[in-house]
C-alpha cells in the first residue's frame, strides 16, 4: 500500500477555501485515491474519490496532477462544521469489500469564526 | 449506500472485565472490519471478521484479547477481554459500501476503563 503524507493540522476561517494536500509518491497504476472525514465521536465518512484529474461532487473537489504523486482537496467555503480529521488513503479498490482500509495520520482541521 | 447500528455507543468497565460490542448492517456484506482508535490518534485495524470462518487478526491483536463472531452476513459482534486502563479508545466497525467503492463505518464505541 502506497504510503501517504499530509499536514498534521491547519486553521483556517468561515468561509475561506481549504486546500489540504496528500503526498503519495509511491502510489502503484491500480491505486485511487480516497478522503474521508472524521467528526469528533462518529466514524470517518468517505467524502470523494478519484483516480487522475479532478474529481468533484456536492461536497468536495479532488484535483490530482499528471504524475499522481500527490493530491489536493479542496473545500470550498468552509464553515465551522467542516471542522474534522481529514484522512487521504491510496490503494486499488478492493472487489467485493475483502480488504481494509489502511489510515494515515489524517489532518485535524480547525475553522474559527 | 450501508447503515450500520453499533452498541453501546459508550461504556466504562472495571479493569479485568469484558465488553462485547455490536455492529448491525442493514445489508448483506462478505466482510466486516474492526477497527481501534486510541484517543487522538489515526485508525487502526484490528481485524477481519469473514461470515463463516476465523477472524483475520493484524499484528499486535490476537484473538484471545479480541474475539469476533460473525453469525450472519449482517452482524458482528467484537469483544474486548481482559481489560486494563490501555485499552480505553473507540472501537468502529466498517463494511464497503458497494454502490461507491467507500467503506461506511459505524459511529463507534468510546470505551474507558478504569
Known amino acids: 500500500l502506497a504510503k501517504t503524507t499530509q499536514p498534521i493540522s491547519m486553521d483556517s476561517y468561515e468561509g475561506q477555501e481549504v486546500n489540504i494536500t496528500c503526498s503519495h509518491n509511491n502510489i502503484a497504476t491500480n491505486d485511487y485515491i480516497t478522503w474521508y472525514q472524521q467528526f469528533p465521536s462518529q466514524g470517518p465518512r468517505f467524502i470523494i474519490q478519484g483516480y487522475k484529474t479532478k474529481v468533484t461532487n456536492e461536497v468536495a473537489s479532488l484535483f490530482i496532477p499528471a504524475d499522481r504523486k500527490s493530491s489536493t482537496l479542496s473545500l470550498p467555503r468552509v464553515s465551522l462544521s467542516d471542522t474534522a480529521v481529514y484522512y487521504c488513503l491510496v490503494g486499488d479498490i478492493p472487489s467485493g469489500g475483502r480488504r481494509a482500509l489502511t489510515f494515515g495520520s489524517g489532518t485535524r482541521l480547525q475553522v474559527q469564526p | 449506500s450501508a447503515v450500520i447500528s453499533q452498541k453501546p455507543s459508550r461504556d466504562i468497565c472495571q479493569r479485568g472485565t469484558s465488553l462485547t460490542i455490536q455492529c448491525q448492517v442493514d445489508?448483506?456484506?462478505?466482510?466486516m472490519f474492526w477497527y481501534r482508535q486510541q484517543p487522538g490518534q489515526s485508525l487502526t485495524l484490528i481485524a477481519t471478521a469473514n461470515q463463516g470462518s476465523e477472524a483475520t487478526y493484524e499484528s499486535g491483536f490476537v484473538i484471545d484479547k479480541f474475539p469476533i463472531s460473525r453469525p450472519n452476513l449482517t452482524f458482528s459482534t467484537l469483544t474486548v477481554s481482559n481489560m486494563s486502563p490501555e485499552d480505553s479508545s473507540i472501537y468502529l466497525c466498517?463494511?464497503?459500501?458497494?454502490?461507491?467503492?467507500?467503506?461506511?463505518f459505524g459511529s463507534g464505541t468510546r470505551l474507558t476503563v478504569v
Open positions: 445489508s448483506q456484506v462478505t466482510m
Open positions: 466498517s463494511v464497503q459500501d458497494g454502490t461507491n467503492y467507500g467503506y461506511t
